[in-house]
């Protein structure tokens, strides 16, 4: 039993505290993912996982934030395809119109009487990145001098 047929099984209140989305947005979410997946896979292809799948791996890793590796032990999949299937939701989902961002300010502009403006602050999420290593062509910018302090550590 995969993750989503756990959640299936929830009532309302259970689903949305282990999710953090109701039920309708979840369904929402899912309409347009499998909208994507079809367009994507309308040529033949591997299938992959199940949309329904990937979309509780990345509710899921955004609600606890917990690492690949964790995530990969608990769901018995690679931690490559964990990343790949959150990855595909979150371009997925901020590329629809149903779940744009852009209008949030004007969604939350103070009413008449209240003069505090809401700000939108934008978080990046900067965990799992690869490390950046020197190029090939390091030993143009590289001096050839030593480590001083070896050098009279040795004499």
């Not at 899912?30 to 949309?51: I, T």
């Not at 629809?96 to 004007?106: M, N």
């Amino acid at each position: 039993m995969n993750a989503y047929e756990k959640l299936e099984k929830l009532n309302d209140k259970d689903f949305k505290q282990i999710t953090g989305v109701t039920q309708r947005v979840f369904e929402q979410m899912l309409d347009v993912l499998r909208r994507k997946y079809a367009q994507e896979h309308s040529q033949g292809g591997q299938p992959g996982l199940p949309v329904e799948l990937r979309l509780t791996l990345a509710l899921e890793y955004w609600r606890e934030y917990r690492s690949l590796r964790h995530m990969a032990n608990d769901h018995q999949l690679s931690k490559s395809m964990i990343n790949r299937a959150v990855l595909w939701v979150e371009d997925v989902l901020s590329e629809s119109p149903e779940f744009e961002l852009k209008d949030l300010q004007e969604r939350f502009k103070p009413d008449e009487g209240n003069e505090a403006p809401i700000e939108v602050v934008l978080i990046a999420d900067v965990e799992e990145q690869p490390i950046e290593r020197p190029k090939h062509n390091q030993k143009e910018s590289y001096s050839g001098k030593k480590n001083v302090t070896q050098r009279n550590i040795k004499s």
